[in-house]
């Protein structure tokens, strides 16, 4: 009996693999320009940035690098958040739950540091400051859930 040759590889049109390419590139907002002389620049920490100026309503940033940075750790969190979702191993559970509660609670401590600094005060940052001991609660509280061994009936 004769070996089953497998079907032949179908290989990718090159233009059309270039304009994909170039495609993923623009929406990610890395690469050089386009047919219009635009220059993108990153697109993926642009939330951050709006986020801070709706909390701190506007209030003048002499520099974007904390933006960047907590725009680069929130990525680093939801990433691990997004890998602890398939397993169903305790302790990866646990370490992601302390993970996120490590996390909230140095964001509420440098946010109450910036406060103390700047004086600025408004209802956007109390809702912020209040969200984050809420965060810090409940992983914290789903940290020990977890750990429980179940009672013996």
């Known amino acids: ?3 089953k040759q497998p079907p032949p590889l ?4 090159s233009q059309t693999d270039l304009v ?3 495609k993923t590139r623009k929406i990610l907002g890395v690469g050089g320009e386009d047919d219009d002389g635009e220059v993108h620049r990153s697109k993926a ?5 709006q986020l801070y100026d709706a909390v701190f309503d506007g209030a003048q940033v002499t520099s974007k690098t904390p933006i960047r940075l907590y725009g680069g ?3 680093s969190i939801s990433l691990i958040m997004w890998n602890a979702l398939y397993t ?3 302790v990866i559970i646990r370490w992601t739950l ?5 996390y909230f609670g140095v964001q509420f401590l440098v946010v109450t540091a910036t406060l103390a600094e700047t004086g600025l005060m408004s209802l956007g940052i109390l ?3 209040v969200s984050r001991l809420l965060f810090v609660v409940i992983s914290i509280y789903y940290y020990y859930q977890v750990g429980r061994r179940p009672k013996k009936a």
């Open 20 to 22: 994909s390419r170039l």
């Open 45 to 49: 920490l642009a939330f951050p940035d």
């Open 88 to 90: 169903a191993e305790k």
């Open 127 to 129: 809702l912020l400051l």
């Open 98 to 102: 302390l993970t996120e509660a490590c």
């Open 73 to 75: 750790a929130l990525l």
């Open 1 to 3: 009996m004769a070996a």
């Open 10 to 13: 179908m290989k990718k049109h």
